[in-house]
């Protein structure tokens, strides 16, 4: 697994619940270091660790902390960029929701050793939407629903998103937009630091 996935769990764990937290978790897992390195790599058995160990010492379903993880690469202080690049997507949650399957493209731009699952967006009817990406690395669907879900905040929109399980390998969420314009979005603006 590439350090920088690791390396954003270990911030969300910090940044969210503390020091102390992600020092238990490092004991738990067994890493036998303390910080992950953004531009190594890493087996991809370290990264699953590390996600259990942090479940249960928060006493959280996994699935429910990859999701928060999801939510924090959007809304924390500390990790703007990432809102930053999926804003690129459009003006609209709808904008941004249909280029949702270039994102592994884009994120291949910046960081070109980065491997996320590849997406694929349907529209299943109007206003409904299936994302179906790759199983590898299990968990992504999660990470994916948190991101969804604060975009959509983070334009104004209400969505109704649903975790719809695993198919021929290929892990499904589903995303109903219900209204575009529900509440004021943040404010976005192409120069950085307005």
Known sequence: MHGLVNRSIQCFIRDTYGMDTWQA???AAELGFDNFEAMLSY????????????????DKPAHTMLED??????????????RRL???GGDTF??????VDELPDRARLAVPELKLPALELSEVSPGAFSLVMAAEPLGFGHVAMGILRAMADDYGALVYLEYAGLQHGN?????????????????????IGV
């Open 86 to 88: 999926l804003r690129f």
């Open 43 to 58: 087996e991809d058995s370290v990264t699953h660790q590390v996600i259990f160990a942090a479940a249960k010492i928060l």
């Open 171 to 191: 892990e499904i969420v589903s995303v109903q937009l219900l209204e575009s314009s529900f509440a004021e979005g943040r404010t976005f603006d192409l120069a």
């Open 69 to 82: 993880i999801g939510t924090y690469l959007i809304c924390h202080k500390n990790v703007g960029y990432l």
């Open 94 to 99: 709808l904008e941004f929701l249909l280029s």
């Open 25 to 27: 978790v490092v004991q």
